[in-house]
């Protein structure tokens, strides 16, 4: 059994925001996979479901950006997993936008949801990085990360969220290389 946690903070006015971008992911994934309905578990909503046969709970945590970490560490603990079944979908600023990486435990990158994570079970956890891009200075990051996405954007983030459910099989089975492959020949056309 896996945990894949998309990282997001809660209510209709942040939906659209890029910092939520992790939700939208985990949302489009259970949707093209037939998961079950959410349950309020965990400080969170919980799915489940399963992906080429594997078993994958979905988790947006609840508690904003800054306190993710205690949902993800609450619902590891219930289902007694290790940090190595959990995946973290988040926004990364340090990639362009709508490029895809995953790479295993790394810094934080000044990403508050990874710090509450990594504070609550340190590094090692798989991270799905999905660019966002950096609007050019430091000074703008903030009104860039929770603005929402632009009009002209709307069809490169459809395209990225059905590319990553519809390669998710990749992931579950510890792919991460021909997961990324897949995805970026899937972004060309």
Known sequence: MQLWVGLGNPGPQYALHR??????ALDTIAEVHG??????????????GRIGGLKV???KPATFMNES???????????KLGVDALTVFHDELDLA??????????????????????????PDFRRVRIGIGHPGHKDRVTGHVLGN?????????AAMLGGIAAEAEWLARGDDARFMSDLALRMQD
Do not use: C, T
Not at 69 to 79: D, I, K
């Open 149 to 157: 996405y632009a009009k002209a954007e709307q069809d490169d983030l």
């Open 35 to 48: 998961f079950g309905p959410e349950a309020k578990k965990f400080q969170g909503w919980l799915r489940e």
């Open 97 to 122: 936008p709508f490029k895809v990486k995953v790479r295993q435990g790394g810094g934080l990158a000044g990403h508050n949801g990874l710090r509450s994570i990594d504070q609550h079970l340190g």
């Open 69 to 79: 970490g205690r949902s993800v560490s609450e619902a590891l603990r219930f289902y």
């Open 57 to 59: 709970l979905l988790l």
């Open 19 to 24: 910092h939520n971008v992790g939700f939208m």
